[in-house]
């Protein structure tokens, strides 16, 4: 299994950029599909981006689009998150997850429930 660990949370000023990392452990991660998903105090988990094992397929919410790129390095068994033109609305607990396959769904990627292992998450703040 592929064991997701975050880090690169923060706070940051509005506009600024922030770049979260998912180390894998345990399996190599082009071995899964990974997504990133943030929530919010009292909402639900909601997708933000995700890459398949390959790195060749890319999926984004609409507010991810032009803002935020998930990239892998498979050297490094490491997906990132570079985050940019971020607003007080990107505030929340980000949290990466495997899905057990190397692939995504491409009308279920952004479904908690396709994911199988997540990890602790990381906070990012952004400040007006």
């Known amino acids: 299994q592929v064991q997701p660990v975050e880090s690169g949370g923060g706070s940051v000023q509005a506009g600024g950029s922030l770049r979260l990392s998912c180390a894998a452990s345990?399996?190599?991660?082009?071995?899964?599909?990974i997504g990133w998903f943030r929530q919010t105090p009292g909402k639900e988990r909601e997708g933000v981006a995700a890459i398949d094992g390959a790195g060749v397929t890319t999926y984004y919410s609409d507010s991810a689009k032009g803002r935020f790129t998930i990239s892998r390095d498979s050297a490094k068994n490491t997906v990132y998150l570079q985050m940019n033109n971020l607003s007080p609305e990107d505030t929340a607990a980000y949290f990466c997850?495997?899905?057990?396959?190397?692939?995504?769904?491409?009308?279920?990627?952004?479904?908690?429930?396709?994911?199988?292992?997540w990890g602790q998450g990381t906070q990012v703040t952004v400040s007006s």
């Open positions: 345990r399996k190599p991660i082009s071995s899964a599909c």
């Open positions: 997850a495997a899905r057990q396959q190397w692939f995504c769904r491409e009308n279920f990627w952004s479904s908690t429930s396709e994911y199988n292992y």
